[in-house]
């Protein structure tokens, strides 16, 4: 009778355990690569600060106000741990938008 009670208590307790693992247990997720995102929008913001700067000079507003964006766009890439081409982007340009 011991030995029936014993088992019943170890097939139950398991039973408990793997209903709790299974209802708050969350599976690992991967973080998504965002490298290909963060280029196109660096890319796209030094498109737009480089036409800008032909079209409006160097001390413009809209070169300013572009460089802002460029810096939001940098903060998204350090937001998602998504590494950029410091290379082309972090020019001292880009960076305080004078020349």
Not at 30 to 54: K, Q, Y
Request: charged share 35%; glycine share 8%; net charge positive.
């Amino acid at each position: 009778m011991m030995n029936r009670n014993v088992w019943i208590r170890l097939a139950l307790s398991t039973a408990l355990a793997a209903g709790l693992m299974l209802a708050f247990g969350a599976p690992a997720r991967a973080g998504g690569d965002h490298r290909e995102e963060c280029h196109r929008r660096l890319e796209s913001d030094r498109a737009r600060i480089d036409s800008d700067v032909i079209r409006y000079g160097d001390s413009s507003r809209q070169v300013g106000r572009d460089v802002a964006k460029m810096d939001k766009s940098r903060q998204w890439c350090r937001d998602h741990q998504a590494d950029w081409d410091h290379d082309r982007f972090d020019l001292s340009f880009y960076l305080t938008g004078k020349r």
